[in-house]
């Protein structure tokens, strides 16, 4: 099912080149909101940095796709130094299909990174490339839609821990 995680992290710092390797990922495609920050924070922390150097030390390819604003994912990514692209509409798979052709690999190799499962999860099940879900970075989350579709979350995560799921962490 498109909608039951395939792989549940803690948080992306969770997520180490070994696994990547493990499971033919060579490229990660990114959300940007609860995923490399709080909803809608500038703030890089350290720890977040840390973890894209070690992505780039590992040769793993990083673009960003946020269903976020321009005017809110830019200063983020040019920051980090990722392309990017806003406005994705996950879970429609516009994004990924972008962000394929940059990384330039087959869907099998790239994997979306995000925190939501009626965007990230599902966008990636429609494409037919892995998600690395994540719990999300904090509680808070602004958009009043993103609010309604957390209340539907629980259910897939409980699938994903019934059929012997573990959290990476
Ligand atoms: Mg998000």
């Known amino acids: 099912m498109i909608l039951t995680p395939e792989y ?11 696994f990547l390797a493990a499971h033919g990922i060579k490229a990660l495609v990114l959300d940007v909101d609860n995923t490399l920050t709080a909803d809608n924070s500038q703030v890089l922390e350290h720890t977040v940095q840390a973890w894209l150097d070690e992505m780039r030390a590992a040769g793993i390819r990083l ?7 321009a005017k809110r994912v830019r200063p983020f990514a040019e920051r980090i130094g990722l392309d990017w692209v806003p406005l994705a509409c996950k879970p429609f798979t516009i994004g990924l299909r ?18 939501q499962i009626f965007a990230d999860r599902m966008a990636a099940g429609l494409y037919g490339c892995p998600c690395l879900y994540l719990m999300p970075r904090t509680n808070h989350d602004k ?8 209340k539907f979350e629980p259910y897939w995560i409980d699938k994903y821990y019934q059929k012997g799921g573990k959290l990476y962490e």
């Open 98 to 115: 972008v962000a394929r052709r940059r990384l330039g690999c087959k869907k099998s190799e790239m994997a979306m990174v995000g925190d």
């Open 8 to 18: 549940i992290f803690k948080t992306i710092e969770c997520i180490h080149p070994d």
């Open 63 to 69: 673009t960003i796709v946020s269903n976020n604003t």
């Open 143 to 150: 958009n009043k839609f993103v609010l309604l579709k957390r």
